[in-house]
């Protein structure tokens, strides 16, 4: 299901739905950024997605991670919660997502790359390479909050 990132736009269309989801900030022993190269929006991004019912949200990183990379991780801390509601997210099926990502530090613990549905690539970028990548604002953000190690959660 394709999907368009609006933020900040005044024509972006109302919000009917907030899911509450992850994303996940895994670095290796070399300081390298897991990335995915995502299908629904073309843009390179931190793995992540979607609270399902019945899990913890540390579950759901875990989860999310290994659908999305093929690896397993440990679940660390919390870098960062983004509810921006002048940010949304139109689907192809009608839904358009507020914004609502809790983001967290991820230790690596196993596993090895493969993409998935969500992920044609599945990539290990050393952050003086970011800038290189297609990577959305808010998901920038997220990554530049994560390695600045800041002291507390950024709340925004």
């Not at 991670?65 to 870098?79: A, L, S």
């Not at 390479?129 to 800041?150: F, V």
């Amino acid at each position: 299901m394709g999907r368009i990132d609006y933020i900040d736009d005044p024509n972006a269309p109302k919000a009917n739905s907030v899911v509450p989801s992850v994303v996940a900030i895994v670095t290796d022993d070399q300081g390298r950024v897991l990335l995915i190269h995502k299908t629904d929006n073309n843009l390179w991004a931190l793995p992540g997605g979607g609270h399902d019912i019945g899990e913890s949200i540390s579950d759901t990183v875990v989860r999310e991670v290994k659908e999305e990379t093929g690896y397993d991780v440990v679940v660390e801390r919390v870098t960062g919660l983004y509810t921006n509601p002048r940010h949304v997210m139109a689907y192809d099926d009608g839904e358009v997502r507020q914004q609502f990502s809790i983001a967290f530090r991820a230790r690596l613990v196993g596993g090895e790359a493969k993409t998935s549905s969500e992920s044609r690539e599945v990539e290990w970028v050393p952050p003086t390479d970011l800038g290189r990548l297609d990577i959305h604002p808010s998901m920038r953000l997220r990554i530049h909050h994560a390695l600045e190690d800041r002291e507390s959660a950024y709340i925004g």
